[in-house]
């Protein structure tokens, strides 16, 4: 099922205020219970208000909620709901001083300095780390590492100083200075000591937004194109806690949303031999979203091959029906009746995909 946010659909202002506290905790992975617990109200009522809540915002299912959370900014990533706003400030550094050490959340956790593969330890202790890096900066006291890595089952034994230890010196691997720091608030990565490609990720989408409004559709293409190349993978494969759980999801939507805007262009540019391959990819890895069956189905008929698109359709219908026991969404059944009537392909790209600042 698609999950992405679009520009068509309701903000988060759209809802009541208990409304938006629901919303934000589940976009924090509570679950009814915890959320019911926090806001003093019967589970049911929270059930309720997640139902009003989706309605509203025309968003399917619990997932899309929690993607939505953080598109509209009730969820900061990496943050939860402790998040203090962040400074958007940028330090400059000089050429002379750019990182040499690089960390990869965007498939299994990696970490390079000076072009060599660090050895991290267990997956616990790479937890904390991936942690530290989608902090984005800011200092995690040793309270919130224990719940984002070890969620309702925290550790009997104080291990976090001990993991920061081990980290430390592997991240220096003999040489250089620690890129973990302490401060009065917690623990942090030093400012400007290490390249995190989930932030060079972020500033891809957000040229990608610009270079979208300004109708630069192949440079709209090259930025996405620049963006997918980050990925190695399933995001922060394998690693325990509930904040990587969180982030994995929101990652691999982002992803999805970053292929669905690269191929509506390279569609409304005429690329379709360009665009039908990856479609088939993609489609076959996420069968359940519908706006790429729907994309593939209009690519198809472009390029003449109409009796496939009709195959692309009824495929997604059976596997709809079988797997979640819905009908087709109004996506595909519009791209139905458009090659159905012979119609032209239908419009452009949304401006308004999760890949948008």
């Known amino acids: 099922m698609p999950t992405t946010a679009t520009t068509d659909r309701p903000d988060a202002t759209a809802l009541g205020r208990q409304e938006r506290q629901v919303l934000s905790a589940v976009g924090c992975g509570l679950g009814d219970d915890e959320i019911a617990d926090a806001l003093a109200v019967p589970e049911?009522?929270?059930?309720?208000?997640?139902?009003?809540?989706?309605?509203?915002?025309?968003?399917?299912?619990?997932?899309?909620?929690?993607v939505h959370a953080f598109d509209c900014g009730l969820v900061a990533p990496g943050r939860g709901p402790r998040a203090r706003p962040a400074s958007r400030t940028v330090p400059v550094r000089a050429a002379e001083s750019a990182p040499r050490m690089g960390i990869s959340l965007l498939g299994p956790l990696q970490v390079r300095r000076d072009g060599r593969l660090l050895r991290l330890g267990h997956l616990r202790q790479q937890a904390v780390l991936a942690v530290l890096a989608l902090g984005a900066g800011r200092p995690l006291g040793q309270q919130e590492l224990l719940d984002d890595v070890?969620?309702?089952?925290?550790?009997?034994?104080?291990?976090?100083?001990?993991?920061?230890y081990r980290l430390r010196k592997a991240l220096c691997d003999g040489a250089g200075p620690a890129v973990i720091e302490r401060g009065p608030r917690g623990y942090q990565l030093v400012p400007g000591a290490v390249d995190v490609d989930v932030a060079r990720l972020e500033e891809?989408?957000?040229?990608?937004?610009?270079?979208?409004?300004?109708?630069?559709?192949?440079?709209?293409?090259?930025?996405?194109?620049?963006a997918l190349d980050l990925f190695r993978g399933e995001p922060l494969a394998g690693l325990p806690g509930p904040l990587a759980e969180l982030e994995r999801l929101r990652l691999v939507e982002r992803r999805i949303a970053l292929v669905q805007r690269k191929l509506e262009w390279q569609l409304r540019l005429g690329q379709e031999a360009e665009a039908i391959a990856e479609l088939f990819a993609l489609s076959a890895a996420h069968p359940l979203n519908e706006p790429l069956a729907a994309m593939l189905m209009r690519?198809?008929?472009r390029g003449g091959r109409q009796a496939d698109a009709l195959?692309?359709?009824?495929?997604?219908?059976r596997r709809l029906a079988d797997d979640l026991g819905v009908p087709p969404s109004g996506v595909l059944r519009r791209a139905h009746r458009m090659i159905l009537r012979g119609d032209e392909a239908g419009p452009g790209p949304s401006a308004g995909t999760a890949a948008g600042p």
Do not use: S
């Open 44 to 66: 049911d009522t929270v059930a309720e208000l997640l139902a009003r809540i989706l309605v509203k915002l025309g968003l399917r299912d619990r997932a899309a909620a929690i």
């Open 150 to 164: 070890w969620g309702m089952e925290p550790p009997v034994a104080n291990v976090v100083p001990v993991y920061i």
């Open 204 to 226: 891809l989408v957000t040229g990608i937004g610009k270079a979208d409004r300004a109708g630069e559709p192949l440079e709209t293409v090259r930025l996405c194109t620049r």
């Open 299 to 301: 690519a198809l008929y």
């Open 311 to 317: 195959l692309v359709f009824e495929r997604a219908r």
